[in-house]
């Protein structure tokens, strides 16, 4: 078996490789190893997780019924696209009845996650037209590897 | 003939609709509020759309949320039940405006009848008796008044022109308390209504309500129908409808009948609509309102007539000429209804919201049930009462009165409360039995002079 020296060196070494995970057994001793990027506190069998906090999104729905436009006209781009950041009050639709056009603004600031009707698609009062993330909390978790915020 | 309708209402009558529709091949929309989801209405119908918040404000009554549901499910008319904006006259222009039909009279002709100062002098024009009275306001100094009194003779009774709901009003049985009357019918009408402006009637004594049918046609045909006895009201809101009325007789009937083709025949009327009467106790006969829409309790007229009065609604709404007259007409039964209600006559029929565990509804022969209720329904409570119309129907009235005591045995309505067992008091009263029904018969004879 390795010292202790030996199994840093060769910790080290794999960390640099794209191996994911490794099951070590020689002579009695075991070795687990999966890479994380979380500190493993306990014994080789020891993996420690944590946890996820679960996405808080808000659908956005419609204010009214009529049909709705992604953008002013079809020589426009749209208001938003999915991945778009939006604050309140910023226009991100907008709803047609009667020969009347009504802008829909967003009440919250967020992203986009998703965008759930069509262009020019008759909606209901109520009806979900956009997946919000809030973006709250993501700060105090820390865990959510590679997003750089 | 329409391809697609939108109906603007909702419970027992947006159910009535879509079923006249299924039958005449005509699809439908309906329209509700969020907390109206899983109403029945908008279970049956061919699509549904949800135009706005509970509040009937918001929705029932929000007109370019109805135009626009319209507008995106390519409806090519608009039926509007009744209550909400049946006989709205801006609506009726906006559904014009807007190239869709609004099933209904035209906007002028409901715009007539809403006057009622308009249209008691429109009828008078017609040679239509309407309750005699003063031409206009009246004031307790006006040097004319005792003269104008005596004219249509006492009992008078003294009416806010703002007014409802029995506030503003004093009867006056003789001269002397006729001055005095007016002004604290004054003082009333002001703090109620926000508007001091009475003027005096002839009171008539234990009065009938009787009301006709009619149909017309865009050729300007109109046509009668036996009338309708609702003179079991509580607070102006009728409990018990019932056809032909124990208290006409044919000769009657003809002559009211002609009355009311007239009234209609004033105002061009198309489509169908109700002309109401008060009879006195002498059987004079006089015109109170017109009503320019279909009514919850059209149901009687078709059980004894076989006429599917929505179908002709549609079909007269879609030009298509009156095909029959009055005296085609046979009444071939006897029919009543009972308006069960969601309210609790013991906790003075304050309004029983919330969700229907069971509901049985009767049936056999001669009953009809028009409701929206089904078990686990939860009614809201935000809109109207009515939970369902019981009707039955016999040979004679004398059966039609066991069938309906029958009926309302079998019912079952459990998690509300309802005004079943005040029905089944009405139906086992000898009065009742007798015929002896006028507006006062409910405090009279089932809450004792309440």
């Known amino acids: 078996m390795m010292n202790v020296e030996e199994l840093r060196n060769f910790l080290g070494a794999l960390k640099h490789t794209d191996i994911e995970e490794l099951r070590m057994e020689s002579g009695g001793n075991k070795i687990f190893f999966r890479k994380s990027d979380v500190v493993p506190i306990a014994g080789p069998k020891a993996e420690v997780k944590v946890a996820v906090p679960e996405k808080q999104l808000i659908p956005f729905k419609s204010p009214m019924v009529g049909t709705f436009y992604h953008s002013r006209s079809s020589d426009h781009p749209p208001f938003v696209i999915e991945g778009n950041h939006i604050v309140p009050g910023q226009k991100i639709g907008i709803i047609e009845a009667m020969k009347i056009i009504k802008d829909v603004a967003s009440n919250v600031k967020g992203k986009i996650v998703k965008v759930c009707v069509k262009n020019g698609q008759s909606v209901e009062y109520g009806q979900e037209l956009f997946v919000i993330d809030p973006e709250i909390g993501i700060e105090t978790a820390g865990v959510e590897p590679g997003t750089g915020l | ?450």
């Open chain 2, 1 to 450: 003939m329409f391809k697609k309708i939108l109906i603007a209402n909702r419970g027992e009558i947006a159910c009535r609709v879509i079923r006249a529709c299924h039958e005449l091949g005509i699809k439908t929309v309906a329209i509700h509020s969020e907390i109206d989801r899983d109403s029945l209405h908008v279970k049956t119908a061919d699509e549904s759309i949800c135009i706005g918040p509970n509040p009937a404000a918001e929705s029932y009554l929000n007109i370019p949320s109805i135009i626009s549901a319209a507008e995106i499910s390519g409806a090519d008319a608009i039926h509007p039940g009744y209550g909400f904006l049946a006989e709205n006259t801006y609506f009726a222009e906006v559904c014009e405006s807007c190239g869709i039909k609004f099933i209904g009279p035209s906007k002028e002709s409901i715009e007539k009848m809403g006057d009622k100062i308009a249209a008691r002098k429109l009828m008078q024009k017609y040679g239509v008796p309407v309750i005699p009275g003063s031409e206009g306001a009246v004031v307790a100094d006006d040097p004319d008044l005792f003269k104008l009194a005596k004219k249509i003779g006492y009992p008078i009774i003294v009416k806010a022109t703002a007014g409802g709901g029995g506030k503003g009003m004093r009867v006056v049985v003789t001269e002397e308390a006729l001055k005095n009357a007016i002004a604290m019918a004054q003082v009333e009408a002001k703090a109620a209504f926000g508007n001091e402006v009475v003027y005096i009637e002839k009171y008539i004594e234990e009065p009938h309500h009787i009301e006709f049918q009619i149909l017309g046609d865009a050729r300007g045909k109109v046509v009668y129908l036996p009338e309708r006895d609702c003179s079991i009201q509580r607070r102006h809101q009728k409990l018990v409808e019932e056809s032909p009325s124990p208290f006409i007789d044919p000769s009657l009937r003809r002559k009211m009948g002609k009355a009311a083709r007239h009234a209609a025949e004033a105002v061009n009327y198309v489509t169908v609509g109700t002309v109401e009467f008060l009879v006195d106790k002498y059987k004079h006969f006089y015109f109170m309102e017109m009503n320019t829409r279909i009514q919850v309790e059209h149901p009687v007229t078709e059980m004894i007539t076989g006429l599917d009065l929505v179908k002709e609604q549609i079909k007269l709404a879609a030009g298509e000429r009156l095909g029959f007259d009055s005296k085609d007409i046979e009444i071939r039964c006897h029919a009543i209804e009972c308006r069960i209600n969601a309210e609790d006559p013991d906790r003075d029929f304050m309004p029983s919201p919330g969700k229907v565990t069971q509901f049985i509804a009767p049936g056999g022969p001669g009953i009809r049930v028009d409701s929206h209720l089904y078990a686990g329904y939860t009614i809201p409570s935000f809109y109207d009462s009515l939970l369902a119309k019981v009707i039955a129907s016999g040979a004679n009235r004398n059966e039609a009165i066991i069938r309906m005591q029958r009926a309302l045995g079998e019912m079952t309505i459990e998690g509300v409360k309802t005004t079943a067992q005040l029905h089944k008091r009405i139906m086992a009263n000898d009065y009742f039995h007798k015929g002896d029904v006028a507006t006062d018969f409910l405090p009279k004879y089932i809450f004792g002079g309440e």
